[in-house]
């Protein structure tokens, strides 16, 4: 049975000189998630922001889940930070070699829910002994690093194979995915089985914000 569908607009689709704006932009829209890209230089090519940055903007819209994705080549240094900051979910990628099974378990720990990302060139392999401990798995649509990039529909086939997992094994975790993300990038998502959706550059210059948040709750 498929979960609810969920929208997680992207900050990083948003003003950044005005973040705390754009943030408040997803909770007018009535969108439940926030979906925060932190990125730290060295494990993709680009920089954003960080605990502090994300402890304000907690202050600011105190009712949306923080959905905090690292992007980090270490993201076992920074996790706690973050969850001092406001997160309510922390996610890292399963690329970096580090102690993936040691980092889910310590954010359940810290009372924060955890998730496993995969890059494009990762196979959904990668995560499957992971799945009875997650939270969420992030299928990247893109390679990411920069906003505004064109979907990959051959990510299709990966969303499925992990839906399938779920449903055989009687998981719980939400799938979610990013990348290239709009009302029909998401509807295709949605079939294969995705369920959380990061729109970002859609989301932002969508006319209507709220019509588009209602539009993917209601898929």
């Given at each position: ?38 990125m730290d230089g ?151 089985g995705a369920d ?24």
């Amino acid at each position: 049975m498929l979960k609810p569908a969920l929208l997680a607009p992207s900050l990083l689709a948003g003003q950044h000189t005005r973040l705390a704006e754009s943030a408040g932009l997803v909770a007018a829209s009535g969108a439940p998630w926030l979906h925060l890209d932190i990125m730290d230089g060295h494990f993709v090519p680009n920089l954003t922001f960080g605990p502090q940055m994300v402890g304000e903007l907690r202050g600011e819209v105190p009712g949306l889940f923080f959905d905090v994705h690292l992007m980090l080549s270490e993201p076992q240094r920074y996790a706690d930070a973050f969850i001092k900051s406001g997160a309510q979910l922390v996610s890292f990628h399963i690329e970096p070699e580090l102690d993936h099974r040691g980092l889910l378990t310590h954010l359940r720990a810290q009372g924060c829910k955890n998730g496993l990302v995969l890059n494009p060139g990762t196979p959904a392999e990668a995560v499957e002994p992971f799945l009875a401990e997650v939270d969420l798995i992030l299928v990247m649509t893109v390679q990411p690093g920069f906003g505004g990039q064109t979907f990959r529909r051959d990510m299709l086939e990966k969303l499925t194979r992990i839906d399938t997992w779920r449903s055989e094994r009687g998981l719980d975790f939400r799938l979610e995915v990013d990348g290239g993300v709009d009302l029909q990038t998401g509807r295709e998502c949605r079939a294969a089985g995705a369920d959380t959706f990061v729109a970002g550059t859609a989301f932002f210059k969508a006319p209507d914000r709220a019509a588009f948040a209602r539009e993917v709750a209601a898929w």
